[in-house]
């Protein structure tokens, strides 16, 4: 693994070529959570069959009913905590923390919405069958993008790794021209044809996956837990601590 590293560290130096890679992973992992999370307004309006003006409008709606009553109820429990006993008081202020806690997400989910708003009904369409091919031809046209840069992320791997290759290939031959003509045995030949060839893929197979797939399926992942913990952080948590033991029980399950 070391001297795969210093092979790694060849590709350091066609900075250009590498930030290009770089580029092309973050806009892929970006437009694969923009076309993740169009789903959701594409559903809302399938099945509601609301245009995407009313939807918003509608969502604003309830999240100002939840505000209300959340204000409602941390006004209650505030008053409760008055006049209650010293026994009671300690649930009472987790109840009030976790009521204010739910306060301040319904507030910051309705100042996004009220921030998106004007956008939507300057853009969207107001009925619902506009509305829908809008979001299919969002979805289609952040596809292609994806698509497009997800094409120029393989072949700037390519070239990077082939760069790499091509740099380790003038270094084997240097080597090998200063080397004494009474080395050249067959056994050493057939080493170093070896060397040329069959280890020379191998290195540019590892360098073009580490670059590639392994610093391009990260950011995916990190958009994906990005997007996850945006609409709700507490299912994101359940989850990452119930799939770990269930994956686990499944495994020993299906190897018994």
Partial sequence: MRNFFRALRLALQFK???????????????FWGA??????????V??????????????????AEKIDALERQIASTVGRLKTTDATERRSLQQQLGYERSQLQSEQLVHGRLESLQPWVDRYMPSEPFPTLVAIIGFLLL???IKVVFLVGNIILAERL?????FQLRKQFF??????????FGDDRTATLIARFTNDMDAVTGGVQVVIGKLLREPLKLAV??????WIC???LLLSLIVTPPIMYLVSRLASS
């Fill in 16 to 30: 250009l070529t590498l930030v290009g890679v770089i580029t092309c992973s973050i806009v892929v992992a970006l």
């Fill in 35 to 44: 076309n993740v999370g169009v789903m959701y307004p594409l559903v809302e």
């Fill in 46 to 63: 399938v099945f509601q069959g609301k245009a995407a003006p009313q939807w918003i409008q509608q969502e604003l709606d309830d999240s």
């Fill in 142 to 144: 952040g596809t292609l």
């Fill in 161 to 165: 790794s082939q760069l790499v290759a």
């Fill in 174 to 183: 240097r080597r090998t021209l200063r080397m004494d003509l009474a080395s």
């Fill in 224 to 229: 994906f837990f990005g997007c996850a913990g």
């Fill in 233 to 235: 952080w507490r299912l």
